[in-house]
Each structure stands twice: as C-alpha cells, then as structure tokens.
C-alpha cells in the first residue's frame, strides 16, 4: 500500500507536465462543469502506481504464495493493461461507446482466461451454485463491465470516485483478510493484495485530484479501478463456497459484499440506466442527475458533496464488515447513530452551512471539476 501511494504519487507531476507539452488537457464544455482546462494524464499515474507495487511484493518473500503460480498476476497485469490503454484513447481521441465496451469485455476476457472467474455464485435463501464453464466466464465479463462501468460513472466531482474507491478497496481488503486469517481462502489468493494497492493507487492520487484538482484521472483511471476492484472481487467472493463469507448475515453472499461496500457508485449506476430507459433516452446518452449533481442542487458545494458520498460509502462498508470481526448485532448501533448524523448533514447542512468551507456555493471559478463529468460510456455518464 505504502508503496503504491509513493510511486502514485510521484507521478502526478511528470504527468502533468506531458499533459500540457502534448494538449493532453480536458477542455471546459457543454457536457462539463469544470471551469478550467485540466491535466487529463491522471489514470496513467494510478496504472504506474499498480505495475510498481506488484513489482514490489513480487520481491517481498511473505507474498511467494501469491506469485508461485503467477498467471493470475500477469492476467490481471494484462487485463489492466488493456482497459488502461481503452480508457486512455478515448480521453485521447473520443472512441465510440461500442469500441470502449469492446475493451472492457477484452479486459474481462483476460482474466476468464488465467483463471481468475466467478465459480461459485450464492443466490440469498438457495445457497451456492457451482456455474459451469460458459456461464462463470459471461458472469466474470458482465462483472467487469459493471464495475468499470459504476466507478466511470461516479467519477464526477474532484476527487470523488478516488475517495469512494478507496474506502472501499480498503474495506474489502479488511474483509479478505479476515478471511485469510481464519482459513478461509489460501494465502495464494491475489484478491487481497490487489484490493490495498488499488486502496494505494487512490490514496496517493487523491491530494492531487480533490477540489481544485490539478490533475483528472479520466476515462483511463476510472476504468482501470473498476477492473482492479472487479478482479479483487472474483478472487475473494466468487472462488469460495466457504460458509463464513457470509455466516452472520443471512442475506448476505460473498459477491453481495461488494455490492454493498460499493453501493453509492452501483446505485447511481441502476438509477442512471432506469432514469434513461423510462425517458427514452438510451442509456449512453448524458445528463446531469446522478446523485452528485442533486447532492448540489440541494445547495451542498462540490467538497461537501464528495464528502458526504465517501459518508455513505463508509457506512456502508462498516455495515459489511460487522458480521466479519464481531459477534452478530455489535456496533449496529454506533454505525446507525452515524448514518442518521450523515443523513441530517446531507438534508439540511444547506440551510445552515452555506457559506462552511466543504459548503459554499460561492467557491472560487477556477474550481475544477472532474472531466469525464459526462463519459461516453454506456450507462455511465456522470
């Protein structure tokens, strides 16, 4: 993780400055809100910080299980190559949402080929299903594309999908070591070391991506985390038929944690999908209604507004993992009495906070705001 955020960080500024010397710059426009043009280079950083951290721990003798058969390593190496590279022509030179699409399943498609897939799916009340060959690879696809899909979509508001990813790469990566200490997945399991970096990768790109960003980790960052995030996902939820993964919680399964975990960017991606099928206005078209854009129409300014998503984002990620470190039913309610303090601030800090600094509305004009604000993707756009 430490080593993640290090090489992350260091990158920013190179990136920035290739950003400017090629016009690699995100231009303000009709379909974003960003006041000012913008170093557009930011994924690169997050994908250099990745390739180094698991050079590192591919030295670092406690993780030998992780690398003794290493094609999943390098499956997930490629895989993050591709949607990298997919995300990062578009920024580019503005691809079409099929050709993008067509990345992502690739990407998605890598890993069904090193064998990091979704076996085993638990339906809530049915138990586990063990899928056959054909419908664990389309599941594993599908997965992906949605992950990747979600965070592109959130990925509105400085700083916003780099926070959300965070804490939640960081919350299952809690969960999968919980797991690992009680034997419940092999110390060969990838899922867990994939999710810290992807926890390191935002952390150490964050202070240059909250508002006013510096720098935006475009289409190639947000699809780049998504992968990670789906990858650590299948290796963790959907190779175990462990009954601890989801002992405490009856309606829990191991692929519904980060289902939960992440529910602020998938909810926003349901509701943007629904919202466009019932206007009939395809679901790659833009507009400007997710749950940040009415988080500010309320009258909360962009930080208070990221802020108070990375709120939910955590509530919900201690929510998941209370069945995972207590006994049933402890800490429900210290994380209810935070949830209803988080829901106060998010109806009404407007009316009292206007002018706080995370509220103002009065913020200065060069505040930048992320510019994939309105990404070509299918069901995503933010």
């Known amino acids: 993780m430490a080593v993640a955020i290090f090489a992350t960080a260091i990158s920013v500024p190179p990136l920035r400055i290739l950003s400017r010397k090629f016009d690699a710059m995100a231009q303000p426009g009709d379909r974003t809100v960003h006041a000012k043009p913008t170093p557009l280079l930011g ?21 030998d299980p992780v690398f003794a058969a290493p094609g999943n390593v390098l499956g997930v190496v490629a895989a993050a190559t591709v949607i990298w590279l997919t995300g990062l022509i578009d920024d580019l030179r503005d691809v079409s949402a099929p050709a993008k699409v067509a990345g992502m399943v690739l990407a998605g498609s890598i890993l069904t080929l090193v064998g990091l897939t979704i076996i085993y799916f638990r339906v809530p009340f049915l138990g586990f299903t063990l ?3 054909d419908m664990s690879a389309l599941i594993t696809v599908l997965w992906v594309v949605g992950m990747a899909n979600a965070v592109n979509l959130i990925d509105g508001l400085d700083g916003l999908a780099a926070g959300i990813v965070a804490i939640g790469a960081g919350s299952f990566f809690l969960y999968g070591w919980r797991l ?6 092999d110390p060969s399991n990838l899922g867990p070391l994939i999710a810290i970096i992807t926890a390191g990768v935002c952390l150490g790109f964050l202070p240059f991506n909250f508002n006013p960003a510096s720098i935006f ?33 009856f309606f829990f399964a191991p692929l519904v944690i980060p289902l939960v975990i992440l529910g602020v960017p998938l909810f926003d991606l349901v509701f943007a999908v629904v919202r466009r099928a019932r206007n009939r206005t395809g679901v790659a078209t833009a507009d400007k209604q997710h749950l940040h ?3 500010m129409d309320l009258g909360h300014g962009q930080r ?16 998941v993992l ?7 039913g402890n ?16 109806l009404f800090a407007p009316r009292f906070g206007r002018y706080s600094e995370l509220g103002s509305d009065a913020e200065p004009d060069t505040a930048a705001i992320d510019a994939q604000a309105e990404p070509e993707v299918p069901t995503s756009s933010s």
């Open 43 to 63: 994924g690169t950083a997050l994908f250099i910080g990745l390739l180094v951290a698991l050079a590192v721990a591919w030295q670092i003798p406690d993780f």
């Open 180 to 185: 690992l200490d009680v034997g419940v997945i």
């Open 217 to 249: 980790m475009g289409d190639s960052g947000a699809l780049l985390l998504g992968l990670l995030l789906a990858a650590s996902t299948i290796a963790v939820g959907g190779q175990s038929d462990d009954p601890f993964s989801g002992q405490s919680w």
């Open 331 to 346: 800490g429900i309610v210290p994380i209810g009495l935070f949830a209803l303090a988080l829901l106060l601030v998010t």
């Open 131 to 133: 899928l056959p060959p």
């Open 322 to 328: 209370i069945p995972a470190f207590t006994s049933r």
């Open 304 to 319: 208070r507004t990221v802020v108070i998503l990375w709120g939910w984002t955590a509530v919900l990620s201690c929510f």
């Open 293 to 295: 854009h009415r988080l």
